[in-house]
Structure formats: structure tokens, C-alpha cells
T-cell receptor, first 113, second 110 residues
Framework: DAGVIQSPRHEVTEMGQEVTLRCKPI?????LFWYRQTMMRGLELLIY????????DSGMPEDRFSAKMPNASFSTLKIQPSEPRDSAVYFC???????????FGSGTRLTVV | GEDVEQSLFLSVREGDSSVINCTYT??????LYWYKQEPGAGLQLLTY?????DMKQDQRLTVLLNKKDKHLSLRIADTQTGDSAIYFC??????????FGRGTSLIVHP
């Protein structure tokens, strides 16, 4: 298995632009999570899905952030409009069932200038 | 809410043992995890321990859990330069969604 695949690996965009981050979870994993990592706040859970349904989006910072999971093999995190304070590494992770740890993707490093 | 605390840095000499400590507050924790993050990479699950265990050993790694004190530690024997990374402690309570610590940067020097 190729693991959790995220794209792009790096994204540099100008303030105000729309940014879309993509994630392909491990086949058979029924839960998918989006995290944001910064030096200031560490690892923050933004939203998670169970069987493609959003369960908890209380970590999404603002209405500028939205996430979708149209099917079991694909999810997107969109920021519109982007702001410099959104600069961070965004991780997607997936897991099977309730009892074991996540498998993380390699992350997308977002820089908003 | 739940909280997981770790010291930010640990520096050890190559060949020595490293001990990374973590405390947590959620008394309903079921699983406790250690993840490793190398530069430019995602978090990689190293090991986990169920809350009814007090020790787990896996090659150079030993996890100790003191449930009474809500204290978890990760011991790495014969630490190598390749062990240099950030180590995250995490715990799951009733929600089965892990709460992560801020991570401990392990620096291994010759």
C-alpha cells in the first residue's frame, strides 16, 4: 500500500487566493482526519470524517475553511480566501476502526504571502 | 478539556539511553501512543499501549505507563543519530480521537 497520499507537497500562494489540498486515504480505512501543524499551536485537529460523513468540524478555524469527502478514497480541504496566518503544514491521516493509531500522510506545506 | 504535556527538548549522547516523558489528564484514556516525526515528514506510529498494561517492549523501545500518576514514558536504548526526531505522545479517551502533546525534539550528538 502506498500509504496516505497528499498533494501538493508544497504550495505557495498569494493572500486572497483559493487553495485546495488533497488527500487519498489508505484503502479500507473508514476514518479520515485533517490536522494543521504550526510552531505556535502544535498539531490541531481541524475536522474528521467517518465513513465519508463529517463528524466533528469544531476545529475548523473559520468559515474560510471547508472540507469534503465525496467518496471513500478522496478528500479535500479548501481555504478561500487564504491569509498569511494560514501558513502551516497540513496533514491528512486515516485509520481503520477505533482502536489503533493513525497513518499520516507526508503533509502539504502551505505558504501564503 | 484533555491535556497532554511533554518537555520540548531532550539532548543525549549517541549510545546512551533516551527517556521521553509525557503526562496526561484524561482519566478515561484507553490507548496511549508514541509517534515519531522526522524532518519534512508526517507522524509515524512507533508504538502504543493499552491502558490496562504497564509496560510494553519492542526491540530498543520500552514504554512505561503509570496510570495512577497519568505518566507515560518512552525509553530508547542505545540511541543513534537516526533517532533524532520529534516524538509525540498521544492519548485517546472515550471519543477514540487522540489528543497530541506538543512533541519532544530529541537531539542525538556524537
Amino acid at each position: 500500500d502506498a500509504g496516505v497520499i497528499q498533494s501538493p507537497r508544497h504550495e505557495v500562494t498569494e493572500m486572497g487566493q483559493e487553495v485546495t489540498l488533497r488527500c487519498k486515504p489508505i484503502s479500507g480505512h473508514n476514518s479520515l482526519f485533517w490536522y494543521r501543524q504550526t510552531m505556535m499551536r502544535g498539531l490541531e485537529l481541524l475536522i474528521y470524517f467517518n465513513n465519508n460523513v463529517p463528524i466533528d468540524d469544531s476545529g475548523m478555524p473559520e468559515d474560510r475553511f471547508s472540507a469534503k469527502m465525496p467518496n471513500a478514497s478522496f478528500s479535500t480541504l479548501k481555504i478561500q480566501p487564504s491569509e498569511p496566518r494560514d501558513s502551516a503544514v497540513y496533514f491528512c491521516a486515516s485509520k481503520e476502526g477505533r482502536d489503533y493509531g493513525y497513518t499520516f500522510g507526508s503533509g502539504t506545506r502551505l505558504t501564503v504571502v | 478539556g484533555e491535556d497532554v504535556e511533554q518537555s520540548l527538548f531532550l539532548s543525549v549522547r549517541e549510545g546512551d539511553s533516551s527517556v521521553i516523558n509525557c503526562t496526561y489528564t484524561d482519566s478515561s484514556s484507553t490507548y496511549l501512543y508514541w509517534y515519531k516525526q522526522e524532518p519534512g515528514a508526517g507522524l509515524q506510529l512507533l508504538t502504543y499501549i493499552f491502558s490496562n498494561m504497564d509496560m510494553k517492549q519492542d526491540q530498543r523501545l520500552t514504554v512505561l505507563l503509570n496510570k495512577k500518576d497519568k505518566h507515560l514514558s518512552l525509553r530508547i536504548a542505545d540511541t543513534q543519530t537516526g533517532d533524532s526526531a520529534i516524538y509525540f505522545c498521544a492519548e485517546t479517551g472515550g471519543s477514540y480521537i487522540p489528543t497530541f502533546g506538543r512533541g519532544t525534539s530529541l537531539i542525538v550528538h556524537p
